[in-house]
């Protein structure tokens, strides 16, 4: 069954370092979530693409946090310099449907970052 | 403001015995979508179900049974006869329109099965 790859899955880090999270989402999806779930809550959409454009990064910090996805197909997910409150599970989803569709969601394992 | 509610932060059952997980949301469109996804201790979140606001029916797969109600904001989740294997946090999630890929989820509830 395809899966949505996510690396690294544990990041630990100090503050003011520098922090990259990949996705690679399951094939042909074309439309690419990143989710940041903080210990003990939901998860929060920080950016959502569709295909290689932005549709939404109106939670993105981004004064500190990027993101691509340059051809459409995998993305990373930066964070520069890290700060204490970045510690949180990171996670990558995708969907088939783009648009004004909704699929089903389909979400990696995550990346679990610690900043010290 | 917190749209989606899950007041019970943490159910314990017996194995077999049923368990019901609560879902308020708020949201002023006429058109939106509910969720369910199931957290299991490896991480990743699994789709369990969508339901659009316009589709009242309840509806069953399995042990699992969703109750929405519009009349009160809710999209109840309920599994029978709980096994081991269902222990783990359940999100309830909305998208509402114009944001449709936007989920806002609940904070959860963790569901403890022992045997």
């Known amino acids: 069954e395809a899966e949505v790859a996510q690396s690294p899955r544990y990041k630990i880090t100090e503050k003011s370092q520098a922090v990259a999270f990949w996705c690679d989402p399951i094939?042909?999806?074309?439309?690419l979530y990143w989710y940041r779930q903080i210990l003990g809550q939901g998860p929060e959409l920080l950016v959502q693409?569709?295909?290689?454009?932005?549709?939404?990064d109106s939670q993105l910090p981004k004064d500190r946090f990027s993101a691509e996805r340059l051809k459409g197909v995998d993305s990373t997910l930066k964070i520069q310099p890290a700060e204490l409150g970045d510690s949180a599970m990171y996670l990558c989803?995708?969907?088939?449907?783009?648009?004004?569709?909704?699929?089903?969601?389909?979400f990696g394992e995550g990346s679990r970052l610690t900043v010290l | 403001a917190q749209k989606v509610t899950q007041a019970q932060t943490e159910i314990s059952v017996v194995e077999k015995e049923d368990v019901t997980l609560d879902c308020v949301y708020e949201?002023?469109?006429?058109?939106?979508?509910l969720f369910w996804y199931k957290q299991p201790p490896s991480g990743e979140l699994v789709f369990l179900i969508r339901r659009n606001s316009f589709d009242e029916q309840n509806e069953i797969s399995g042990r699992y049974s969703w109750n929405f109600q519009k009349s009160t904001s809710s999209f109840n989740f309920t599994i029978t006869a709980s096994q081991v294997v269902d222990s783990a946090v359940y999100f309830c999630a909305l998208s509402e329109a114009g944001s449709w890929g936007k989920l806002q989820f609940g904070a959860g509830t963790q569901v403890v099965v022992t045997p």
């Open positions: 094939s042909g999806h074309a439309t």
């Open positions: 949201t002023r469109d006429t058109t939106y979508y």
């Open positions: 693409f569709q295909d290689e454009s932005v549709v939404d």
């Open positions: 989803a995708s969907s088939a449907l783009g648009g004004l569709g909704v699929g089903e969601l389909f």
